[in-house]
T-cell receptor, first 113, second 115 residues
Framework: GDSVTQMEGPVTLSEEAFLTINCTYTATGYPSLFWYVQYPGEGLQLLLKATKADDKGSNKGFEATYRKETTSFHLEKGSVQVSDSAVYFCALRVNTGGFKTIFGAGTRLFVKA | EPEVTQTPSHQVTQMGQEVILRCVPISNHLYFYWYRQILGQKVEFLVSFYNNEISEKSEIFDDQFSVERPDGSNFTLKIRSTKLEDSAMYFC?????????????FGPGTRLTVL
């Protein structure tokens, strides 16, 4: 079935370091891909999305490119801040049936000052 | 900006009790969802709802669970007889219509604690 695999955390970085969180997916058809962020004690916020191959989603300095050939959607940011500390979820949406969203396990990011 | 709202933010209940979690989706949305997140784990799909009926449900969504849209604005999740393992954050989401470009908007969640 459809699934998302993302790198295990926690990831600990110093402020201004480069961030990569790997995400790969398995899906039939052509899913849309997403990154959601969950700050401590809060709900899910959409960070960025891409709906077709080679699309690049970007927001708040984060970006991810939909790579169909490698079935990947890795999240990157050139210079992280302490305020980026959160859990990041890679997700895909099946564009059939009930259009449910399937989430990865989440990667916790800690950014030290 | 319109948003999905959920009440209560935190619900504490005794094992075996019924709970109803409430959601108000964005007003012109047609597709509604419930997801749950057990503490420290991933977000899991429970059920999707469209045109007043369930369009898809996961294996988690057993006979103890039901959903309802009792009026034009609310979307509820009922757990008939709660178990300890039902303790989780429950997220409601809504979506406007079919099509790849339509976003799924999540509510802030209701934390359910079963004692």
């Amino acid at each position: 079935g459809d699934s998302v695999t993302q790198m295990e955390g926690p990831v600990t970085l110093s402020e201004e370091a480069f961030l990569t969180i790997n995400c790969t997916y398995t899906a039939t058809g052509y899913p849309s891909l997403f990154w959601y962020v969950q700050y401590p004690g809060e709900g899910l916020q959409l960070l960025l999305k891409a709906t077709k191959a080679d699309d690049k989603g970007s927001n708040k300095g984060f970006e991810a490119t939909y790579r169909k050939e490698t079935t990947s959607f890795h999240l990157e940011k050139g210079s992280v801040q302490v305020s980026d500390s959160a859990v990041y979820f890679c997700a895909l949406r099946v564009n059939t049936g009930g259009f449910k969203t399937i989430f990865g396990a989440g990667t916790r990011l800690f950014v030290k000052a | 900006e319109p948003e999905v709202t959920q009440t209560p933010s935190h619900q504490v209940t005794q094992m075996g009790q019924e709970v109803i979690l409430r959601c108000v989706p964005i007003s012109n949305h047609l597709y509604f969802y419930w997801y749950r997140q057990i503490l420290g784990q991933k977000v899991e799909f429970l059920v999707s709802f469209y045109n007043n009926e369930i369009s898809e449900k996961s294996e988690i969504f057993d006979d103890q669970f039901s959903v309802e849209r009792p009026d034009g604005s609310n979307f509820t999740l009922k757990i008939r007889s709660t178990k300890l393992e039902d303790s989780a954050m429950y997220f409601c989401a809504s979506r406007k219509e079919r099509g790849e470009m339509n976003e799924q908007f999540f509510g802030p969640g209701t934390r359910l604690t079963v004692l």
